[in-house]
């Protein structure tokens, strides 16, 4: 059984940094590129960033662009996703999704954790 466990949301103010982490099993961590997706309240899910964890190739979308930085730890099976300088728009549930493809479509993404809900304060 494929599982995706996010952790590392919380509450910060603007300007503060997060590492979320997502620990994945049940599939060969290598066949597999893991991303993160992110929605709040009333806005259209929102592709943030992926990873091929066969090659390391990364895309971002140009919002965090510069700020975020996704990483792999094959040996544990794990993606981090590293957020700095975080404004009130990075307020969201933010997902980990495994699939085959880096793409920001969300249909390529069969694979969804239960997500963690970041939230930034002023």
């Known amino acids: 059984e494929v599982q995706l466990v996010e952790s590392g949301g919380g509450l910060v103010q603007a300007g503060e940094s997060l590492r979320l982490s997502c620990a994945a099993s049940?599939?060969?961590?290598?066949?597999?590129?893991i991303g993160w997706f992110r929605q709040a309240p009333g806005k259209e899910r929102e592709a943030v960033s992926c990873?091929?964890?066969?090659?390391?190739?990364?895309n971002y979308a140009s919002s965090v662009k510069g700020r975020f930085t996704i990483s792999s730890d094959n040996a544990k099976n794990t993606v981090y996703l590293q957020m700095n300088s975080l404004n009130f728009e990075d307020a969201a549930a933010y997902y980990c999704?495994?699939?085959?493809?880096?793409?920001?479509?969300?249909?390529?993404?069969?694979?969804w954790g239960q997500g963690t809900q970041v939230t930034v304060s002023s």
């Open positions: 990873i091929s964890t066969s090659d390391g190739s990364t």
């Open positions: 049940g599939f060969t961590f290598a066949d597999y590129a």
């Open positions: 999704v495994a699939g085959v493809k880096l793409d920001a479509d969300a249909r390529y993404w069969p694979y």
